[in-house]
């Protein structure tokens, strides 16, 4: 099975950006739909972002079209999401999640750690 570690989270002034690294072991992460997803502070986890395993497909929530860029780069065996125009909304821990599947709603079997972005006026 595969492991995720996330990085890359801190402390950003809103209008600033921040790129997250999700660093995968195990298996390749070109075997999975890799994602992002999000909980904000007292709210449940909500799907960010997503790259489909066979053609790299993108897809985003509405929140951050525009705004976030998932990427992938099998060499490093490391997903990726860049997050430009920071909002105070987008704090949040953010974490990486992996999904078997490819097709139909991202329902990730294996999640990272988490890693903590927080967004200030």
């Known amino acids: 099975q595969v492991q995720l570690v996330e990085s890359g989270g801190g402390l950003v002034q809103a209008g600033g950006s921040l790129r997250l690294s999700c660093a995968a072991s195990?298996?390749?992460?070109?075997?999975?739909?890799m994602a992002w997803f999000r909980q904000p502070p007292g709210k449940e986890r909500e799907f960010v972002a997503a790259?489909?395993?066979?053609?790299?497909?993108?897809y985003y929530a509405e929140s951050v079209k525009g705004r976030f860029t998932i990427s992938r780069d099998n060499a490093k065996n490391t997903v990726f999401l860049q997050m430009d125009s920071l909002k105070l909304e987008d704090t949040a821990s953010y974490y990486c999640?992996?999904?078997?599947?490819?097709?139909?709603?991202?329902?990730?079997?294996?999640w990272g750690q988490g890693t903590q972005v927080t967004v200030s006026s």
């Open positions: 790259i489909s395993r066979r053609f790299g497909v993108k």
């Open positions: 999640a992996a999904d078997s599947a490819d097709s139909g709603r991202v329902d990730p079997g294996y």
């Open positions: 195990g298996r390749p992460v070109s075997n999975y739909r």
